[in-house]
């Protein structure tokens, strides 16, 4: 079974540029999840999809971030204008349904980005 | 809010030596909770999970306990290997809190020969 598919890899931009980054959850799964990891911290959830529906973005900067996941299936994050502060790890995780508490998640490899 | 606290790394072992990271965790609700792996070079990958109190995960040689009088989750392993060698996170998942992972910082393990 084909894992979690994360583009690009590596970003680097200068601050103030746009970015955006893409998933492709593992096949079925209904709940996709995009997470912010900087250095030396543990991920942070910035928003959650249920199919093509948010459940929780109440972590995700509205002002610069947005994300979207039409057809419930692929999902792309923005971040416009990028600020110093937002280079990390963005971490994107499926699970085959996220209102099961212990419904394990799946992480991609991360998109690691450094803005100049 | 959901919170989860683990020791601070990095942590150097030699091969085959005992291993313990301590994880404690402060939640609203009941959560379920999880060992997150790692290693250089490679993304998050589940090690081990418990879903209710007194509940053992175990993967790999690891193993945690469910402690709900400590709220604690602390991951072990008898005799570790430098393939061991990496970052482990300890995580809650709790309804309440929408079923999102919360994330400790992640302890580094380095194992030596």
């Known amino acids: 079974e084909a894992g979690v598919a994360q583009s690009p890899r590596y970003k680097i931009i200068e601050k103030r540029q746009s970015v955006a980054f893409w998933c492709n959850p593992i096949s079925g799964h209904a709940t996709l999840y995009w997470y912010q990891q900087i250095l030396g911290q543990g991920p942070k959830l910035l928003i959650q999809?249920?199919?093509?529906?948010?459940?929780?973005d109440s972590q995700l900067p509205k002002d610069r971030f947005s994300a979207e996941r039409l057809k419930g299936v692929d999902s792309t994050l923005k971040i416009q204008p990028a600020k110093l502060e937002d280079s990390a790890v963005y971490l994107c995780?499926?699970?085959?349904?996220?209102?099961?508490?212990?419904?394990?998640?799946?992480f991609g490899p991360g998109t690691r980005l450094t803005v100049l | 809010g959901d919170s989860v606290t683990q020791m601070e790394g990095p942590v150097t072992l030699s091969e085959e030596a005992f291993l313990t990271i301590n994880c404690t965790y402060t939640a609203t609700g009941y959560p379920s909770l999880f060992w997150y792996v790692q290693y250089p070079g490679e993304g998050l990958q589940l090690l081990l999970k418990a879903t209710k109190a007194d509940d053992k995960g175990s993967n790999k040689g690891f193993e945690a306990t469910y402690r709900k009088e400590t709220t604690s989750f602390h991951l072990e392993k008898g005799s570790v290997q430098v393939s061991d060698s990496a970052v482990y996170f300890c995580a809650l998942s709790d309804r309440e809190g929408g079923n999102k992972l919360t994330f400790g910082t992640g302890t580094q393990l380095k194992v030596e020969l």
């Open positions: 999809f249920q199919n093509n529906g948010v459940v929780d």
């Open positions: 995780a499926s699970s085959l349904d996220g209102l099961y508490i212990s419904n394990e998640q799946f």
